[in-house]
C-alpha cells in the first residue's frame, strides 16, 4: 500500500535529524517545505521533497497501485499525540455540569461523591463489552479531527476487578484501532468513600494487589497517580512511583491542578515521563523541571471547562522549558478530545505562537507518551500518520480559525482512515 500526496501547499512539521522534543526558544521553529510532495510506503514515511524536483512517472513506475491525492490549497502535517486522556467511561456527567454551572467546585463535587466516584459507581456495573464500543466510537470521532496516537487511563474502577477490566478495554482497543495507544494504569486517581480517613490503606491496595497484577499481566505502559489537595499526597504518590519503578514503570503524573501540592518536584524526583496539568506552576516548580527528562504537559481544555487559572505556558517556555499539550479528554473536566481546539486553546489563552502550539501538540506530546523517535513530526521513517487539511489560506489559521473541523483527509499507517 503505498500514497502519493502532491501539489502539497505547506509540508508542516518536517524535520531532517528527528529530535526528541523541542523546548525554550526552539519551540518558535518549525520546519515547512512549500509545494511539496510526501510519498507513504508500507505504514512509514519513505520521502518527501519540493514539487519543482519531483518524478512522478518514476514513483508510479515503480508502485502502479499507489493511490495518488492531489492537496492544492491543503497543508499536510503530522497527526496530534494526545498524550492525556482518560477516553474510557462508563457514561457523561453532563448532570453534574449542571451543579457546576449552579457553583459548586471541582473539590465539592468530589466530596459529595460525585465525579470521578460517580464514574466508579457506573464502571462497576457496564459491561467490558459497552465499555469497549463507547469508547471505539470516541477514538473513531477525535481521529476525525486529526489525532493518531492517544494515552488512555483507568482510574474510574478504584477497585482491583475494575481497574483490571478497564485496563483490559484499553489493552482490546489496542488491538482493534489504527490509532496508536498507550495504557497509564490509575488506581489512584481518587479515594474511594470506604477509605475515607485511612486513604492509606487504599494506598497499599493500589501497591499490594492492584500494581503487581496490572504488571504481570501487562495491562499497563505508564504510571499515574492524582498527587493534589484532597486527593493523594507527595507520600502516597513517592510510595506509588517507587512500587512502579520496581516493575519499570514510569510515571506520568496529575500534578499540580488544585495547588501548589509538591506534585511537579514529586514527578521529577522519580524521572516520570510527564506531569500534566501544572495550573499552580511557580519559580521552584520552574527550577525543578529545567534539566529534567520529564515533560510539562498542560491540559487546556480541563483550565477551560472548570474556569481555572491557566497554567503560565509562557513563563515557562521563557525559562527554557518544553511545553505538551494534551486533550484529558474525560467525563468531568474536559469532555472533548478535539486536539484542534487545544491547539487554538494554546493561542488564544496561553500566547503561544502558531508553531510552538504545533510543538506542543505533535512532537512534545509525543516524547510524553515515549514515542518521539515513530511520532510527532514528518520525517523519514517515521510512523505514516498525517493530516491533509482542507484548503486554508496558512498554517497560522489553524489555531486562529478556532471551532470548526479544518481536517478533511486522516492517513493512519499509511492507510486512509476517512
Ligand atoms: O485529569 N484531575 C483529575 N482527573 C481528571 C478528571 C476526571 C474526572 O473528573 O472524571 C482530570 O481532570
Ligand atoms: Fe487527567
Known amino acids: 500500500m503505498a500514497i502519493l500526496i502532491k501539489n502539497i501547499k505547506e509540508l508542516l512539521q518536517i524535520e531532517d535529524t528527528p529530535k526528541l522534543y523541542v523546548k525554550g526558544q526552539e519551540m518558535k521553529k518549525m520546519q515547512i517545505l512549500k509545494d511539496a510532495w510526501l510519498f507513504l510506503k508500507e505504514g512509514k514515511i519513505e520521502e518527501f521533497g519540493p514539487m519543482n524536483k519531483f518524478n512522478e512517472r518514476e514513483i508510479s513506475n515503480k508502485f502502479p497501485n499507489m493511490e495518488v491525492i492531489d492537496a492544492s490549497g491543503k497543508m499536510v502535517m503530522p497527526t496530534f499525540v494526545d498524550s492525556h486522556t482518560h477516553l474510557v467511561y462508563p457514561a457523561s456527567r453532563e448532570i453534574e455540569y449542571i451543579d457546576k454551572i449552579k457553583g459548586l467546585s471541582y473539590e465539592e463535587i468530589a466530596k459529595r461523591g460525585g465525579g470521578i466516584l460517580n464514574s466508579a459507581k457506573k464502571m462497576k456495573e457496564i459491561s467490558e463489552e459497552e465499555l469497549f464500543n463507547s469508547a471505539m466510537k470516541r477514538l473513531n470521532e477525535i481521529a476525525a479531527y486529526g489525532t493518531g496516537a492517544v494515552e488512555i487511563k483507568s482510574g474510574y474502577g478504584l477497585t482491583t476487578e475494575s481497574e483490571l477490566k478497564m485496563l483490559r478495554v484499553i489493552k482490546k482497543l489496542k488491538e482493534h484501532?489504527?490509532?496508536?495507544?498507550?495504557?497509564?494504569?490509575?488506581?489512584?486517581?481518587?479515594?474511594?468513600?470506604?477509605?475515607?480517613?485511612?486513604?492509606?490503606?487504599?494506598?497499599?491496595?493500589?501497591?499490594?494487589?492492584?500494581?503487581?497484577?496490572?504488571?504481570?499481566?501487562?495491562?499497563?505502559?505508564?504510571?499515574?497517580?492524582?498527587?493534589?489537595?484532597?486527593?493523594?499526597?507527595?507520600?502516597?504518590?513517592?510510595?506509588?512511583?517507587?512500587?512502579?519503578?520496581?516493575?519499570?514503570?514510569?510515571?506520568k503524573i496529575h500534578a499540580n491542578e488544585l495547588d501548589y501540592s509538591g506534585g511537579i518536584q514529586t514527578g521529577v524526583k522519580y524521572n516520570a515521563l510527564s506531569v500534566d496539568h501544572l495550573e499552580f506552576t511557580g519559580n521552584e516548580e520552574i527550577e525543578a523541571l529545567l534539566g529534567s527528562e520529564t515533560m510539562p504537559t498542560i491540559l487546556p481544555g480541563a483550565a477551560f471547562f472548570l474556569g481555572m487559572v491557566y497554567a503560565p505556558a509562557r513563563k515557562m517556555i521563557d525559562a527554557g522549558l518544553p511545553i505538551a499539550m494534551a486533550s484529558d479528554f474525560n467525563p468531568g473536566s474536559s469532555p472533548s478530545g478535539n486536539m484542534q481546539f487545544i491547539l487554538s486553546m494554546a493561542s488564544i489563552a496561553y500566547k503561544m505562537l502558531p508553531e510552538e502550539a504545533i510543538n506542543a501538540t505533535t512532537i512534545n506530546t509525543a516524547y510524553a507518551m515515549g514515542l518521539s523517535k515513530e511520532l510527532g513530526s514528518i520525517a523519514k521513517g517515521k510512523k505514516a500518520n498525517v493530516i491533509i487539511t482542507s484548503e486554508i489560506p496558512s498554517y497560522e489559521y489553524l489555531p486562529y480559525y478556532y471551532g470548526t473541523n479544518k481536517v478533511e483527509t486522516v492517513i493512519l499507517n499509511g492507510e486512509r482512515f476517512n
Open 177 to 251: 484501532s489504527p490509532l496508536t495507544i498507550k495504557a497509564s494504569f490509575l488506581g489512584a486517581h481518587s479515594i474511594p468513600v470506604e477509605y475515607r480517613g485511612k486513604q492509606e490503606k487504599y494506598v497499599d491496595l493500589v501497591i499490594n494487589e492492584m500494581l503487581p497484577r496490572v504488571a504481570e499481566q501487562k495491562l499497563a505502559d505508564y504510571l499515574d497517580v492524582f498527587c493534589d489537595v484532597g486527593f493523594f499526597t507527595v507520600k502516597d504518590t513517592e510510595r506509588i512511583l517507587e512500587a512502579g519503578q520496581k516493575y519499570g514503570m514510569r510515571g
